[in-house]
């Protein structure tokens, strides 16, 4: 439940663990190329870092472990997330990582003082979900600690997008807060709901939160529906309204760290962008996107102090890496649509990036591929999941080796801690990389699978030029002591045989494993 110091959110259960790969430095390094603004930061760079309301703490330590040579500071009021941050911190061994308790309504001018200036900082999930003093702690926070030049990523529900939320939230709202064991008051909010479904209710309109709760969306957690429907001051917010706010701590819209939804060819329709040409400025640009594209949450970048960068100079300048050696079709689901480079230019840059990194001006200068456009390119092949944006080329810089080795003691930590026996999909987490300044994503088995490998070299086999997987040694490591049913061990091999083959490639050459 809410308490008096949590200003209205619920603090029953701590938030979970999940990587969002639009939260590291590269992404956003790319999202700033395609928007033409500079980010000048580079492999040598001994960023500073803020995970503001970091919750757990994880994004910030796969942040701390792919960059070592970085300081990264997570911020949180709950002392329960804190404590668990710092946790998973220490028995990572991540000295550049540090979590401290603060509630952003007690930071005055002193108390910013004594914190370090930030290259960037995160402000995921935060937003929408506080009250007005929280957030004008946020926007202190931002005017005094941003670097000039600086990044913020901003996430927050949006309008209209979210408009279907607010009637259910405060519908569920008011059962949870009834007396009684919590399932039960889940239950009633359920019920609820889909009395009014059936009723076709007017104003109950379709959205994610609907889905979810009615469990047409897949059954989720109860610490997910307190989280997103037990916080006092829930409210989602136009685009202009949040850009006025960040103005006042000089920050200045850029783009967003959705990189598709830069490149108005793939998020609008034609009739749409006609009607987004006509608009006077960004904030009715923006608004018009809002109303046109199928989504409730925004990720917004803003800079302190933008300046202007060429932008298909800066893009072609990216490096990428392969991110999935699974063979076929790719296609990017695109807010306009579903977009598919064509097989005569996407199969021959996958092919080159299975070979090494290569810029987004090297795949564009194979044979053939030479008609796309340096941000198409970089968007295709990063959003179908092709490729992934490289911080630094892996095996170069001061320090590799030991940074090699922080990022597999952090991803060999966090797979104890989160992926136990998984198998299959689950929670997005990730493998912490220094090629990536970050992590890859990766769901529970695939972290496991890794950090084992990382750990335990002697499953490798090494066949020339190519590298497999000792699997019944592997699968020795990682059976629980109890023998599994045949069905479950069948599965178990299947499913490392056919991870093995997709992402072992793709781990060796970042140094994941």
């Given at each position: 439940m809410a308490t008096e110091w949590s200003h209205g959110y619920p603090v029953d259960e701590v938030y979970p663990p999940a990587w969002h790969p639009f939260q590291s430095p590269a992404h956003?390094?790319?999202?700033?190329?395609?928007?033409?603004?500079?980010?000048?930061?580079?492999?040598?760079?001994p960023l500073s870092i803020c995970d503001l309301g970091c919750g757990t703490g994880y994004t910030a330590s796969v942040i701390a472990a792919g960059g070592p040579a970085w300081s990264v500071l997570g911020l949180d009021y709950n002392p329960a997330h804190i404590a668990e941050a710092r946790s998973l911190a220490t028995a990572a061994g991540l000295p550049n990582m540090r979590f401290e308790e603060a509630d952003l309504t007690e930071l005055d001018e002193a108390a910013l003082d004594r914190l370090p200036m930030f290259d960037m900082v995160m402000v995921h999930g935060v937003w929408s979900w506080v009250d007005d003093r929280v957030r004008a702690g946020v926007l202190r926070f931002l005017r005094s600690r941003v670097k000039p030049g600086g990044v913020v990523v901003m996430t927050y529900n949006c309008l209209p997008g979210a408009a279907a939320g607010i009637g259910l939230a405060r519908l569920v709202r008011g059962a949870l807060l009834d007396n009684g064991a919590l399932e039960a008051r889940i239950a009633t909010a359920r019920e609820r709901a889909k009395a009014l479904q059936k009723a076709e209710a007017r104003h109950l309109l379709p959205s994610g939160w609907l889905g979810v709760l009615t469990g047409e969306a897949g059954n989720a957690r109860e610490g997910y529906l307190l989280h997103e429907f037990m916080t006092a001051h829930w409210r989602p917010a136009f685009f202009a309204d949040v850009a006025a706010a960040m103005g006042e701590a000089k920050l200045e819209y850029v783009g967003s760290a959705t990189l598709d939804e830069n490149v108005p060819a793939m998020t609008l329709s034609p009739e749409q962008r006609e009607i987004w040409d006509a608009q006077p400025d960004v904030a009715n640009r923006e608004l018009v996107k809002d109303?046109?594209?199928?989504?409730?949450?925004?990720?917004?970048?803003?800079?302190?102090?933008?300046?202007?960068?060429?932008?298909?100079?800066?893009?072609?300048?990216?490096?990428?890496?392969?991110a999935s050696a699974q063979p076929g079709p790719r296609k990017l689901a695109a807010q306009g649509g579903t977009a598919e480079l064509p097989p005569h230019i996407l199969d021959p840059m996958r092919a080159a990036l299975a070979q090494r990194p290569h810029s987004v001006a090297e795949l564009r200068a194979l044979p053939g591929c030479g008609t796309t456009t340096p941000t198409e390119t970089l968007v295709m092949l990063v959003g179908s999941g092709c490729a992934v944006p490289l911080w630094q080329l892996p095996g170069t810089g001061l320090g590799w080796d030991e940074a090699v080795a922080t990022a597999r003691r952090f991803n060999a930590v966090s797979a104890a801690r989160y992926a136990p026996h998984a198998m299959g999909g689950g929670a997005r987490l990730a493998l912490a990389?220094?090629?990536?300044?970050?992590?890859?994503?990766?769901?529970?088995?695939?972290?496991?699978?890794?950090?084992?490998?990382?750990?335990?070299?002697?499953?490798?086999?090494?066949?020339?030029?190519?590298?497999?997987?000792?699997?019944?040694?592997?699968?020795?490591?990682?059976?629980?002591?109890?023998?599994?049913?045949?069905?479950?061990?069948?599965?178990?091999?299947?499913?490392?045989?056919?991870?093995?083959?997709?992402?072992?490639?793709?781990?060796?050459?970042?140094?994941?494993?």
């Open positions: 956003i390094r790319a999202a700033c190329a395609i928007a033409g603004v500079a980010w000048e930061v580079g492999a040598e760079t109303f046109c594209v199928i989504r409730a949450f925004r990720r917004d970048i803003y800079v302190r102090g933008a300046r202007g960068a060429w932008r298909d100079a800066a893009v072609d300048a990216l490096v990428l890496a392969s990389t220094p090629a990536l300044g970050g992590g890859l994503l990766a769901e529970k088995f695939e972290l496991g699978i890794a950090a084992l490998i990382g750990a335990h070299p002697e499953v490798l086999e090494i066949r020339g030029e190519d590298v497999g997987v000792d699997l019944p040694a592997l699968l020795r490591l990682l059976l629980p002591p109890e023998t599994p049913p045949k069905d479950v061990l069948d599965n178990l091999i299947a499913e490392a045989v056919k991870l093995i083959e997709n992402r072992l490639p793709v781990w060796r050459a970042l140094g994941i494993a």
